[in-house]
């Protein structure tokens, strides 16, 4: 048998300690809040986002929603390649009597599936998201993400390391959309791309001053 890590050893008692209180109404209730982080109902989210900011022609609320849509499609995307790498046995597992195991592999079993936490990298890909166009609101952003990957401990869901590799592709998906923005930017400013539309301009590029758009 493969001798377990440090931090899977710390992870292995984190869950055992949070097990007892999974059935418990307050973490029931609070599991419903972690939900909304799935990945239908959050990308439902920034998809009504981008349209009420489409509807109310505001392009700092639009561009939000394309941030926060491409930036949730794409953290999605890269925990399911890791996902299909690595099997690791869900802290409820452990707690119904089953056996803890982490090994490379494919298993699709829902059990088997813990690692990284999908709900938490597609919250923080959001709240990073989200934050790049408004700023003032970026620790809320990040204290709701913050509380869904908690949540997810204590529903005995995800192990502590879960929840921190989640983040980080979270983390790293939003960054790689906005590298692309920032590529789109740079080539929109260039003189030869004249042709575009203030309108189209402002909203592929995100930059501009919201001159057309209020």
Known sequence: MRKRTKPEKADIAVARAAAPARRSPAVKALGWVGDIADQPPLITLCAV????????????????????????????????????????????????????????????????????????AGAVAVARAYAREYPEHAGRAFAAAAAIGAIQVARSKHYPTDVAVGAVVGLA???????????????????????ASPEVSEAMSGVANNRSWS
């Open 49 to 120: 986002t981008f349209a009420a900011g489409l509807i109310l022609r505001n392009g700092r609320l639009a561009r939000a929603g394309g941030r926060m849509l491409a930036a949730e499609l794409l953290a999605t995307k890269a925990k399911d390649v890791i996902k299909h790498q690595v099997d690791r046995a869900r802290p409820y597992v452990l707690a119904e009597g089953g056996r803890y195991e982490a090994k490379p592999g494919n298993d699709h079993a829902k059990g088997m599936t813990s690692f990284p936490s999908g709900h938490t």
């Open 173 to 195: 998906a939003e960054k790689g959309v906005n590298l692309v923005e920032e590529a789109v930017s740079r080539a929109a400013s260039r003189p030869d791309a004249g042709a």
